[in-house]
């Protein structure tokens, strides 16, 4: 059973324009959200971090909002670039606190942004 | 600039040898995932090590896949024997217990025929 969902596998913005990425999770005890970025034949690159306690966080053009009433959380993109067509990997990190941790990736969305 | 590193880059390999995967995490990392890519799965958690010892290897096929930490400056992912529907592209990931974003490594790409 998938705890992290990326029902989106690819999604196609133009240059510019905001790219939304959406994420939604089933487990109510995570306590981090992250985003990670993946180029081909490369591993992937961790992008932006979200405490479940917070429901902004923001670095440059990356922005991930969490909701978690709804159990979703979304990165935007702002302004989307050419160089940030990729793989993104949204990903959830639960802390049991016995010194055991697991980071549990959704199947990623393919963004192309288009010049 | 601290990297992970993983060898080999690419592996072919014949169904029922036995293939080991090597992964060098960042000095002073006290934590090592393994993560296998594929299609259908996405990112599926392998095992992970805390201070080198194994904490969560429930995502591995007990059978045929071992990990282990020798040192602190070594993992290795084996399989044996290999099969076709290990063909995937494994990654080894090593963080702080205090971070959230783990430094992946550019992957082991096994094809197994």
């Known amino acids: 059973d998938q705890q992290v969902k990326q029902n989106s596998p690819s999604l196609s913005v133009q240059e510019g324009r905001i790219s939304i990425l959406n994420c939604d999770y089933t487990?109510?005890?995570?306590?981090?959200f992250l985003w990670y970025k993946k180029y081909p034949a490369e591993g992937p690159t961790f992008l932006i971090s979200i405490s479940s306690i917070k429901d902004k966080n923001e670095d440059g053009r990356f922005t991930v909002f969490l909701n978690k009433s709804a159990k979703h959380l979304s990165l935007h993109i702002v302004p989307s670039q050419p160089g940030d067509s990729a793989v993104y990997f949204c990903a959830a990190l639960r802390d049991s606190g016995a010194g055991s941790y697991q980071l549990t990736f959704g199947k990623g969305t393919k963004l192309s942004v288009i010049p | 600039d601290a990297r992970v590193t993983q060898t080999p880059r690419h592996k072919v390999t014949e169904m029922g040898q036995e293939v080991t995967m090597r992964c060098q995490p960042i000095?002073?990392?006290?934590?090592v995932f393994w993560y296998r890519q594929t299609m259908m799965q996405g990112l599926e958690l392998l095992a992970y090590f805390r201070n080198r010892a194994p904490l969560d290897d429930s995502g591995m096929p007990k059978d045929r896949f071992s990990a282990e930490m020798p040192d602190a400056t070594l993992a290795t992912l084996k399989i044996q024997p290999s099969e076709p529907r290990d063909s995937a592209v494994y990654f080894c990931?090593?963080?702080?217990?205090?971070?959230?974003?783990?430094?992946f490594g550019s992957g082991t790409r096994l094809t197994v025929v």
């Open positions: 000095l002073g990392h006290n934590t």
């Open positions: 990931a090593s963080g702080l217990l205090e971070g959230t974003g783990y430094t």
């Open positions: 487990n109510s005890m995570f306590d981090y």
